[in-house]
């Protein structure tokens, strides 16, 4: 049985995420920071349903604490689906954004990216199969007012995945993206205007959660074997 991580596990779309990764047969290692208890509790909705999970939890900005937790992963065996799914968002126009807003939004979404994916890598191609999937944005690809860190973090995930990619293709393993646009996560009522969405969406709705995870699925299978190196929108034709 193939094993996937999926950081930001306990989040409304890491949660879709993980529990999708579980209906096609995997086991999901639904990580968390602080969110410990949420991330359980999508493990317990796995279990449930029949799927095998667990909750784990470090920090993917602590770099020592990243390789102490993914060592004792990799010995058990390789992870072979990742999920990069851990962000922030710490939102404010340029002028007025303060250095600790930019290190943090940066700091979870690339130097996560470097600290959860480097460890395990080494234990992925030693498998020759294995399956990278960045969660980005569309802000990633458009850019966006006030999210100046947001769209830097996001557009350096989609080249470092691009370079990946060219290093690992010959080992069976692919690396893509998959840059939402406005989606709905489940997590909190009225999340997004329904005049704004209609005005930013030419399918004037904002996406689903669950639709953001049958993309990844479909990444993670066998069937995407072909496909790497890219950037997927999933927006409603923002991009």
């Not at 770099?63 to 404010?92: F, K």
């Not at 557009?155 to 690396?175: M, N």
């Not at 969405?197 to 669950?210: E, F, I, T, Y």
Request: hydrophobic letters at 50%; one cysteine or more.
């Amino acid at each position: 049985m193939k094993r996937a991580l999926v950081t930001g596990g306990s989040g409304g779309l890491g949660s879709a995420i993980a529990q999708r990764l579980a209906q096609d047969g995997l086991e999901v290692l639904v990580h968390a920071n602080q969110g410990l208890e949420r991330a359980q509790a999508v493990v317990n909705r796995i279990l449930a349903a029949g799927g095998r999970a667990r909750a784990l939890r470090f920090d993917v900005t602590d770099r020592a604490a990243c390789a102490a937790a993914l060592a004792e992963l990799t010995d058990e065996g390789a992870v072979q689906v990742l999920v990069n799914n851990a962000g922030v968002h710490d939102d404010a126009v340029f002028p007025g954004m303060t250095g600790d807003q930019w290190d943090r939004v940066l700091d979870v979404s690339l130097n996560g990216f470097f600290n959860v994916t480097q460890p395990l890598m080494l234990p992925m191609i030693r498998t020759r199969w294995g399956r990278v999937i960045n969660i980005t944005s569309v802000a990633g690809v458009m850019g966006n007012r006030g999210q100046v860190n947001y769209s830097a973090a996001k557009a350096a995930l989609h080249a470092a995945g691009r370079s990946l990619a060219l290093e690992v293709a010959a080992r069976g393993i692919t690396v893509n993206a998959v840059a939402p646009g406005l989606i709905d996560s489940g997590m909190a009522e009225g999340q997004f205007d329904a005049a704004a969405v209609k005005q930013l969406v030419p399918m004037q709705r904002a996406g689903r959660a669950d639709e953001v995870a049958e993309l990844v699925a479909f990444l993670a299978s066998e069937r995407a074997g072909y496909i790497s190196g890219q950037v997927i929108g999933i927006n409603g034709a923002m991009a």
